[in-house]
């Protein structure tokens, strides 16, 4: 099993950054696809990033409307997954969810819902003005 434990979520004017963080303990030494959720008000759970936990290239995948404004990034020794959040926009107003799923990742960001992961944080509200 992993635990997830996020930190860094806030408010934030339209057009700022915020840096999100999750910290993951337990089955880490597995490989995982690692990946961040958000979920606004009335709306589904969807994927924004996802990046390998094995992966030495910093390879990741974002949902087309973040592509560009957001970086994931895992570092595999202090096994904290980040979120560096550029540009945000009011639309962006969600509680942001860390999660992992075992194996590799296998889809692109927007592509993964929540039932295809295993193991999640609680989340962390970002709130853009």
């Known amino acids: 099993h992993v635990q997830l434990v996020e930190s860094g979520g806030g408010s934030v004017q339209a057009g700022g950054s915020l840096r999100l963080s999750c910290e993951a303990s337990?089955?880490?030494?597995?490989?995982?696809?690692m990946g961040w959720f958000r979920q606004g008000p009335a709306k589904e759970r969807e994927g924004v990033a996802v990046?390998?936990?094995?992966?030495?290239?910093?390879?990741?995948s974002y949902t087309p409307s973040v592509d560009g404004r957001f970086t994931v990034s895992y570092d595999n020794v202090k096994n904290i997954l980040s979120l560096e959040m550029g540009n945000l926009k009011p639309e962006g107003t969600s509680t942001y969810y860390c999660?992992?799923?075992?194996?590799?990742?296998?889809?692109?960001?927007?592509?993964?819902?929540?039932?295809?992961?295993?193991?999640w944080g609680r989340g962390t509200q970002v709130t853009v003005s």
């Open positions: 999660a992992a799923r075992r194996g590799p990742c296998t889809l692109r960001a927007a592509n993964y819902v929540q039932s295809g992961f295993d193991y």
């Open positions: 337990g089955a880490t030494y597995n490989r995982h696809c």
């Open positions: 990046t390998d936990s094995m992966s030495t290239s910093g390879r990741a």
